[in-house]
C-alpha cells in the first residue's frame, strides 16, 4: 500500500463522526394534536427490556417532563426555551394541557439517570389524539428496546 493512500485512510478514519443508526433523522416529527398520555418503560438490565408489551406495561410515575420550542442546531439543553413542564403523576400520566400549534422538543428524564429527546409538531388539522404513549426505555447498541413515541387517534 502506497504511504499517500494509508496516511489519506487513517485521516478519514480518525476526523469520521460516529453514526448512530438507531436516531430518527433530524426533522422528523411525531404529530399529535395534545400531549396527554402515559409515560413508560423499563432500564436497560432490566429482564422486561428484551420484551415489547412488558415495558409497554410498566409505567414510570414522578417523571419529569418538558417541552421546548423546537431549534436545531442545540448544544445544550440550557439553549432551549421552556415552554411548559409536566410531571407524570403515580401510574405514569402526564398531560400538558392546551399547546398553541408548532415545532417542539419534548425532553424526558428516566429515573435511572437517561434523558428521551422526541420531536413534536402539534397540529390541529388532523385526526384529534386520544392519548400519547412514550416508551423512553433506553435503546441497546442493536437498536433494540424502546425510545417510542405512540399516537392513538
Known sequence: MKPACFLVGL?????????????????????????????????????RHSIRWMRLRQPRA?????LYEYQMPVAQRSDLHLVKSARSGENGQFDFGTIPGGHYMLVIDAPWGASSWFDVEILAGIKATKSVTIDISSVRPDCSGGHEFIVEN
Not at 17 to 42: D, I, K, M, N
Not at 62 to 66: A, C, F, G, R, S
Open 62 to 66: 414522578h417523571v419529569e417532563l418538558d
Open 11 to 47: 485521516f478519514s478514519i480518525v476526523l469520521a463522526t460516529t453514526a448512530w443508526p438507531c436516531s430518527e433523522s433530524v426533522g422528523y416529527f411525531h404529530r399529535a394534536t395534545r400531549l396527554q398520555g402515559l409515560v413508560v418503560g423499563v432500564n436497560d438490565g432490566d429482564f
